[in-house]
């Protein structure tokens, strides 16, 4: 067990939070994407510790990079709003922002993996940009939840993201997307069956049938593992001795997952190995199998608390997550960035 430990006080500039000594309590991290094993991102906001959905709309939006795996991070700051999410996609980071005093407006930003160069693309009055995906710089889709009508807008762009265009033929139901897997066709789940749609023809495709065994509870969202080729989704069985599982729906593979671990657990794999970030009372365990789930490792985390979320994965073994301390002592206080190494 190996973490490294990135106290932001050491940025220049940084300054402590209330006191302490750290300074990562004086921004509230909503997403941590790592996308190599050196390189990662942050994405936020400078409003501390909120716990709020709706931003403060005197907020600025907060990103943090660093391609040397925390020993330098650069702060850049894109405007108003929130930073809700983030991907990439061929050496680009495309990053959604939410704005206005209930974040129902938003914008875009595009920049490059070094984040020396970066642009709004795209904004959005009244209209929040709920889910997005690239296929690659220029070809991309994006759920909007439009505040007027209340109701979500799938869209697709083959610009970047500077113009988008309505699904030219749509079915009756809403998609919930998945990813997008070319430039005209989006993955998703609905009805318990994996779909293809093309939203250009309007053609649709079952590509696998009872993703859910019947009479379980499942978590209606499509995992895709960090090598980029596996589907799985998590399903609870009231009846087992082992009541979460994960399921891979190309292969109707099903491993179970050790006791302990709640469906809402975001499980990530990665070929044969498979870990996740689990509550044990106030404190983290860290559990993972090298070998597909035949055998289960536990790490106690107990030097420092873990903040439920973000928390991200890269390859085998590699975690992100905001840590904390509460120390007698004042200058130990508050929270830094901590990832574990990679140690095989």
């Known amino acids: 067990m190996n973490w490294k430990e990135i106290d932001f006080i050491d940025i220049p500039g940084e300054t402590p939070y209330m006191g302490f000594a750290s300074a990562l309590s004086n921004y509230d991290i909503k997403k941590i994407l790592p996308v190599s094993d050196k390189q990662f991102i942050l994405v936020g906001s400078n409003e501390p510790q909120s716990m709020d959905y709706e931003p403060d709309p005197g907020c600025d939006a907060i990103v943090f990079t660093s391609s040397d795996g925390g020993d330098n991070l650069k702060k850049t700051i894109l405007g108003k709003g929130v930073c809700k999410g983030v991907i990439y996609i061929d050496s680009t980071y495309y990053i959604k922002v939410a704005t206005g005093d209930k974040g129902w407006s938003s914008y875009l930003v595009k920049a490059d993996?070094?984040?020396?160069?970066?642009?709004?693309?795209?904004?959005?009055?009244?209209?929040?940009?709920?889910?997005?995906?690239?296929?690659?710089k220029e070809i991309g889709v994006a759920c909007f939840f439009d505040n007027d009508t209340e109701k979500p807008i799938n869209k697709y762009t083959y610009d970047g993201g500077v113009t988008w265009h309505l699904f030219k033929h749509y079915p009756d139901?809403?998609?919930?997307?998945?990813?997008?897997?070319?430039?005209?066709?989006?993955?998703?789940?609905?009805?318990?069956?994996?779909?293809?749609?093309?939203?250009?023809?309007?053609?649709?495709?079952?590509?696998?049938?009872?993703?859910?065994?019947?009479?379980?509870?499942?978590?209606?969202?499509?995992?895709?593992?960090?090598?980029?080729?596996?589907?799985?989704?998590?399903?609870?069985?009231?009846?087992?001795?082992?009541?979460?599982?994960i399921k891979f729906i190309k292969t109707n593979e099903i491993i179970k997952l050790p006791k302990g671990i709640k469906m809402y657990t975001d499980v990530a794999v990665h070929g044969d190995y498979i870990h996740a970030m689990n509550h044990d009372g106030p404190w983290y365990n860290y559990i993972y199998s090298t070998d597909r789930g035949k055998t289960w490792?536990?790490?106690?985390?107990?030097?420092?608390?873990?903040?439920?979320?973000?928390?991200?994965?890269?390859?085998?073994?590699?975690?992100?997550?905001?840590?904390?301390?509460?120390?007698?002592?004042?200058?130990?206080?508050?929270?830094?960035?901590?990832?574990?190494?990679?140690?095989?």
């Not at 160069?117 to 795209?122: D, F, H, M, P, S």
């Not at 929040?128 to 690239?134: E, T």
């Not at 073994?317 to 130990?332: D, F, L, P, S």
């Open 173 to 245: 139901y809403y998609i919930n997307i998945s990813r997008l897997i070319s430039a005209t066709e989006v993955e998703y789940l609905h009805n318990n069956n994996y779909m293809k749609y093309d939203f250009i023809t309007g053609e649709e495709e079952i590509l696998a049938k009872d993703i859910y065994p019947k009479g379980c509870k499942q978590k209606l969202s499509v995992n895709i593992s960090t090598c980029k080729k596996q589907l799985y989704v998590s399903f609870t069985k009231e009846q087992s001795d082992y009541k979460t599982h």
């Open 113 to 136: 993996a070094d984040f020396n160069k970066w642009e709004v693309v795209g904004a959005y009055d009244n209209n929040n940009i709920y889910k997005i995906d690239f296929f690659s």
């Open 297 to 344: 490792h536990t790490e106690k985390l107990r030097d420092f608390f873990v903040t439920p979320n973000p928390i991200a994965y890269y390859g085998k073994g590699q975690v992100y997550a905001e840590i904390g301390y509460i120390r007698a002592e004042q200058e130990g206080r508050g929270a830094r960035l901590g990832i574990r190494q990679i140690t095989e």
